[in-house]
């Protein structure tokens, strides 16, 4: 029979569907120099801002800020963090924030746990995650700072965790056990300084505590003079409402020096301590600015940013926006300067120009906001100072301004003028932001407290003015940041706090964290009659080495703990070195977090009096904490009777036989040289029952055919429960030079196969867990992969009911307990709330996200920006919906974890019991599109070729005809909801070729 072939040997990559599809290169490539800038300019994706249209930014008040983040960026940004011991970030942060702690929660989508962190130590965290000069605080000690890609962006993931937390709509408390408190305490202005400072009181148990607001807002300079395009109104109105949901009242509308003075607060309304949290709203002026208005084409930075905010955020009073055209002229270099710049671009100034007094490389203003700045076309002009306005005889207007060069002096410290050098620069407004001060009727209104020379009040420590019953914080006393504005409000709450409960001055600080519902819920779990007080526990690894450190990680909220397994002979044990490695080698060890560790590491060295001693003092010092003996013998009776009973002479609640261990000790006979083989399985586990007082638990190897079978026979054996996994067994791997990869034993260098475990055994662990829970319905404690509380979730719906953690330590400390319990809790809150209970992994369902589109290239995106641009000149300001401050409707009924166990077993089915009906295809949303084409590579070569991938456009587009569902593509698609599968109408016969 003559064979036919199956497809044309000799034009393998004519087809228009592989025109674009990578291929190995034999000869040298190669492109006209004449045609490089057009192909450059075709995919060109770093287009300069403000450069794709005139005008581009005109009336566009969209958050223009580095810090931004999506979820797939804030998460991958939160892996890249090493959570250092020490982290020298926090260290950089004025209010303390423990960075670590809310960037793992972060990691793990946990967005509730990085508030509660964040809004802890800093109840004004919100606006800060957008207004923080982290380069000069947090970032700049981050220890990633010096490496090329930089530090963490701290404040972008700050922000965006409380972004999300806002939606969730929880709501604040003060906790019960707080007593209630009846001073009253007044504060003046609702900028982050008192907003912190009302907060903290509210939390320490003070019912009257009244702020008064001179605006029909709060927020401070965040709502009347930040623009919106860096600092939303939605965050700045959210922390003023988070402070009054604690019992925090805010009278509006109510002026210092007009309606009340700080006597009248103290000597005539009871009050009996008062916090100043005002701010310097006289600008300073210049005289060669004397008769000059903005009519003649000069502002003061208050007042334009003033005009511009109230415009922009809708706020009341309405207020018109300003009108500005052509050439602006900026004085000053902090960062109001480049708030006013920025702003200018917006409202019609064709060119901006920052005049400096000294040099561009000593600017006032932040890093970040000086980077903003000049990516958007500012131009900057150093040493520079006013000297005369020129005016246009015809208009009255200033056409002109005439500047004096300044020098350094010669040590280096100030700019002097030189008068015989001066330029004129063509300008149609100015605007002068050379700072404020005080306003000169504040002296009088705050009485008694006195103004020193710079015009501002001295405070101590804690803001206690120079009247013992006043305190102050924030710009008046020198803040310069809104960061440092709420630790002089934190700082001031506890110095009132003292005062009035008469407490002696070295008290320590105490201030109470950040409260909510969620706190309450219940995630306590009984299993064989043993009360768990959460679900997370050591295992019986490297964390357990000691029962000094099991008792640290009680300390730190951990619920139970597996002691390192322990046999009755102690002598035999004796480690090599090294013995822990990472799973990975070559560049991907680069990364700092392992997905798996593999290890040689034996039982504990530690005898059998050592850790049964250590049981009973454990016990005697947590008890309500579960300690669970792990205890490991030969195939004898004796052996395995002896060490039960010693344990619950010690007092373990629970004993867990180690039949699985796969290195080293099933050469001794112990191990996986009983956990391998039913009928030993079923005996031992029968010995140990038959002289134990409590729960009794068989440890299973995933080195087996078939775990049901070992689970089933320990079953028969008399088991109360299984856990499952252990280790995996597995070898590293071999260098370039044959001997063993990443590390060796010995001269020798020598290694063995070990036990693979951390997130890399994460589905074997699924898999085994489910099967058991499946075939014997018997307790299980899971162990294998579990980093998170989303992660442990999934387990209890495999069929667990308690986890066991080692890797995910190891990768970080005992202080991802933190993480793991707020993030379990929050889920259980969740879903036991109607409008959160479709939530999956932290985030709302896809199809209710609001995902902004990815910006594109070349002169697609020029298009996309000037038909953005022209819309956003048509309607000129476009003012965003505030979101609902209400709470959630409905009473949330948290469930509790025993509610999850099992329920997703109904789900895991044979495969001839899968639907191979319900078809699904793959859609590519474009607006989400990275343009990488990895979907349409990898499906050409693995699989259907159903994915057409543009050349000159780069548009992935999937043939609903070719696509048989397989889902390869959205596997390896690098952007975070990108490619989503939609029904199939009808069904695709498959190709039989």
């Given amino acids: 029979m003559t064979s036919t072939s199956v497809f044309d040997i000799e034009d393998l990559f004519q087809d228009k569907q592989y025109t674009a599809q990578p291929r190995t290169r034999s000869k040298a490539g190669f492109r006209p120099s004449k045609r490089i800038e057009e192909t450059h300019n075709g995919y060109k994706r770093n287009i300069p801002k403000n450069t794709a249209a005139e005008e581009e930014l005109k009336y566009n008040f969209e958050l223009a800020i580095h810090s931004d983040l999506t979820e797939e960026e804030a998460v991958q940004e939160a892996a890249r963090c090493l959570k250092c011991a020490d982290a020298p970030c926090q260290k950089g942060c004025p209010t303390d924030i423990d960075i670590k702690a809310f960037i793992t929660c972060i990691q793990s989508r946990n967005w509730y746990g990085a508030a509660q962190i964040i809004l802890s130590s800093n109840p004004v965290g919100y606006t800060c995650g957008s207004l923080c000069m982290t380069s000069e605080l947090c970032g700049g000690c981050c220890n990633l700072e010096q490496t090329r890609a930089g530090a963490i962006n701290i404040s972008g993931l700050q922000d965006f965790a409380l972004q999300q937390y806002a939606k969730m709509k929880i709501e604040p408390r003060v906790e019960s056990h707080v007593p209630k408190l009846g001073n009253k305490i007044a504060?003046?202005?609702?900028?982050?300084?008192?907003?912190?400072?009302?907060?903290?009181?509210?939390?320490?148990?003070?019912?009257?505590?009244?702020?008064?607001?001179?605006?029909?807002?709060?927020g401070g300079l965040g709502s009347f003079e930040i623009p919106e395009f860096r600092l939303p109104q939605q965050s700045v109105l959210w922390e003023v409402e988070e402070c009054k949901k604690i019992g925090v009242d805010i009278q509006y509308e109510k002026e210092l020096g007009k309606d009340f003075t700080v006597k009248s607060l103290l000597e005539e309304d009871g009050f009996e301590a008062v916090f100043l949290g005002v701010g310097k709203m006289?600008?300073?002026?210049?005289?060669?600015?004397?008769?000059?208005?903005?009519?003649?084409?000069?502002?003061?930075?208050?007042?334009?940013?003033?005009?511009?905010?109230?415009?922009?955020?809708?706020?009341?009073?309405?207020m018109e926006m300003p009108e500005l055209h052509g050439r602006v002229v900026v004085l000053g270099g902090g960062d109001v300067a480049t708030d006013?710049?920025?702003t200018a671009l917006r409202l019609g100034a064709k060119r901006v120009t920052m005049a400096l007094r000294r040099n561009t490389t000593h600017f006032r203003a932040t890093e970040e906001e000086v980077e903003m700045t000049a990516e958007e076309q500012v131009d900057f002009l150093p040493y520079s100072l006013p000297k005369k306005v020129i005016i246009d005889e015809e208009t009255g207007r200033m056409k002109a301004l005439e500047l004096y060069k300044t020098e350094l002096s010669e040590d280096g410290k100030r700019c002097v003028i030189d008068d015989d050098q001066f330029i004129r620069i063509k300008c149609d407004f100015v605007i002068s932001s050379f700072g404020s001060q005080a306003h000169p009727d504040l002296i009088s209104a705050i009485a008694p407290v006195e103004l020193n020379k710079w015009n501002e009040i001295d405070v101590n420590d804690f803001g206690q003015t120079n009247d013992p019953r006043v305190f102050s914080g924030g710009d008046i006393v020198g803040a310069g940041t809104q960061v440092e504005a709420s630790n002089d409000g934190k700082a001031a709450a506890w110095g009132i706090h003292k005062l009035l409960q008469n407490l002696a001055p070295d008290v320590p600080v105490s201030l109470p964290a950040y409260s909510t519902e969620i706190d309450d819920v219940d995630i306590s779990v009984t299993m064989c009659g043993v009360k768990f007080p959460n679900p997370y526990g050591l295992a019986s690894a490297p964390p357990a080495t000691s029962c000094e450190m099991i008792a640290r990680a009680f300390a730190q909220g951990w619920g139970f703990a597996v002691t390192k397994t322990f046999t009755n002979d102690s002598e035999i044990i004796t480690n090599v070195s090294p013995r822990i490695w990472s799973s990975v080698q070559g560049p991907a060890k680069d990364r700092h977090y392992q997905e798996g560790f593999i290890n040689i590491e034996l039982v504990s060295e530690k005898s059998a009096e050592y850790w049964c001693n250590g049981i009973t003092d454990l016990k005697k010092k947590f008890p309500d904490r579960v300690v669970i003996a792990s205890i490991m013998c030969c195939f004898e009776k004796e052996s395995w009777q002896n060490l039960t009973r010693m344990s619950c002479e010690a007092g373990a609640d629970m004993i867990e036989m180690n039949l699985s261990c796969p290195h080293g000790m099933h050469e001794k006979g112990m191990g996986l040289a009983l956990g391998t083989f039913p009928d030993k399985v079923r005996e031992a586990c029968s010995w140990v029952v038959e002289e134990s007082t409590v729960p009794v638990f068989a440890k299973l190897t995933p080195n087996v055919t078939d775990i049901r079978v070992i689970a089933q026979a320990a079953k028969e054996g008399g088991v109360d429960g299984v856990t499952a996994i252990n280790t995996v067994s597995g070898l590293v791997g071999f260098h370039g030079d044959a001997t063993p990869a990443r590390l060796s034993v010995g001269t020798a260098r020598d290694t063995t196969y070990g036990g693979l475990c951390g997130n890399a055994?994460?589905?074997?662990?699924?898999?085994?867990v489910t099967a058991v829970a499946k075939a014997c319905d018997i307790p299980i404690m899971a162990t294998g992969g579990i980093d998170s509380a989303d992660v442990a979730s999934q387990f209890f719906y495999s069929g667990a009911s308690v986890v066991q953690i080692c890797s995910a330590i190891m990768n970080q400390d005992f202080t991802i307990i933190h993480d793991l319990i707020s993030g379990l809790k929050s889920i259980l809150?969740?879903?036991?709330?109607?409008?959160?209970?479709?939530?999956?992994?932290?985030?709302?369902?896809?199809e209710e996200q609001k995902v902004a589109s990815r910006p594109t290239f070349g002169p697609k995106e020029i298009a996309r920006r000037r038909e953005k641009a022209a819309h956003n000149q048509e309607l000129k300001v476009i003012v965003k919906p505030l979101l609902d401050f209400d709470p959630a409707?409905?009473?949330?009924?948290?469930?509790?974890?025993?509610?999850?166990?099992?329920?997703?077993l109904d789900h895991v089915k044979t495969y001839s019991e899968l639907n191979n009906q319900q078809q699904v295809i793959a859609y590519v949303n474009p607006d989400l599109c990275l343009n990488c084409g990895k979907c349409f590579s990898t499906c050409n070569d693995n699989g259907y070729q159903a994915i057409t991938f543009d050349p000159v456009t780069h548009v992935a587009v999937v043939d609903e005809e070719k696509c048989t569902g397989c889902g390869l593509c959205e596997s390896v698609c690098p952007a975070l909801n990108c490619i989503q599968f939609l029904p199939r109408h009808g069904i695709k016969a498959p190709n039989r070729g």
């Fill in 187 to 218: 504060l003046v202005g609702a900028g982050p300084s008192s907003i912190s400072c009302a907060t903290y009181l509210a939390r320490l148990g003070y019912t009257n505590v009244v702020i008064y607001e001179r605006y029909k807002y709060g």
């Fill in 761 to 768: 055994i994460r589905p074997l662990a699924f898999k085994g």
């Fill in 340 to 342: 006013c710049a920025r």
């Fill in 829 to 846: 809150y969740m879903k036991g709330r109607k409008d959160l209970r479709n939530f999956s992994h932290g985030m709302p369902p896809v």
């Fill in 889 to 904: 409707e409905g009473e949330p009924k948290p469930l509790m974890v025993e509610d999850l166990i099992g329920l997703g």
């Fill in 282 to 318: 006289a600008p300073r002026r210049v005289n060669v600015f004397d008769g000059m208005t903005s009519d003649k084409g000069y502002f003061h930075s208050k007042e334009f940013l003033l005009q511009t905010s109230h415009a922009s955020k809708n706020l009341d009073p309405p």
